[in-house]
């Protein structure tokens, strides 16, 4: 079955530490991978995008890794900030039309 | 810059009742998706419609039928609602890749 997973509801780290955040899938071919930051009672945000042609991508304190073979993405986040603290989701697309999510990590950052 | 609308911000509905949900997207944006999202739960894919047709369905009820407008606002509307319905139900538009997503609609059925 198609499956996406990430890799611990809940991450807790110090500040200024770098999160790492894992997407897993299964019996998928997505064209690309995006990353979503949730906070509390709102809608997600896009973050990043990474295509299945690209092993990484930068934006500011944000790096995005897709690994096609092992069918993973790594999601840091450096030099963290209590700010950081939010649901992060991933978010497989298949084609334009068929984006699916998995269950988010949970990233509390603490002082 | 405009964002995704969506009205109602809150919906409190009985068993049984009807609901009607409405999202605006982003204009020129050619593509709506519909999520429902439970109390710590991620976003599941209900449906979704690309240039007013709709392109791919998830796990919908078939109690739950979307449509999208001329003007390209599309409505989730929700039939002999249940206890389990009460969620978040978010709208999303994207133009070619990033979604974007409105502030949701967050229905409570008692």
């Known amino acids: 079955s198609q499956k996406i997973e990430q890799n611990s509801e809940a991450l807790n780290i110090q500040e200024g530490k770098t999160a790492t955040l894992t997407c897993n899938y299964t019996?998928?071919?997505?064209?690309?991978l995006q990353w979503y930051r949730q906070d509390p009672g709102r809608g997600p945000v896009f973050l990043l995008l990474?295509?299945?042609?690209?092993k990484e991508k930068r934006k500011e304190r944000l790096k995005v890794t897709f690994d096609t073979t092992l069918k993973q993405s790594l999601f840091h986040i450096t030099a963290s900030q209590p700010a950081d603290s939010a649901t992060y989701l991933c978010?497989?697309?298949?084609?334009?039309?068929?984006?699916?999510f998995g269950a988010g990590t949970r990233l509390t950052v603490k002082p | 810059a405009a964002g995704v609308i969506q009205s109602p911000r809150h919906l409190i509905k009985e068993k049984r009742e009807t609901a009607t949900l409405k999202c605006y997207p982003i204009?020129?944006?050619?593509?709506v998706y519909w999520y429902q999202q439970g109390p710590g739960q991620d976003p599941q894919f209900l449906i979704s419609?690309?240039?007013?047709?709709?392109?791919d369905k998830g796990s919908i009820p078939d109690r739950f039928s979307a449509q999208q407008f001329s003007d390209y606002h599309s409505e989730l509307n929700m039939s002999s609602l249940e206890l389990g319905d009460s969620a978040l139900y978010f709208c999303?538009?994207?133009?070619?890749?990033?979604?974007?997503f409105g502030q949701g609609t967050r229905l409570t059925v008692v």
């Open positions: 978010a497989l697309a298949i084609n334009n039309n068929d984006m699916r």
């Open positions: 019996n998928y071919s997505p064209a690309y």
């Open positions: 990474i295509r299945e042609n690209e």
């Open positions: 204009p020129r944006h050619d593509t």
């Open positions: 419609f690309y240039e007013k047709m709709q392109s």
């Open positions: 999303a538009s994207a133009l070619n890749t990033e979604a974007f």
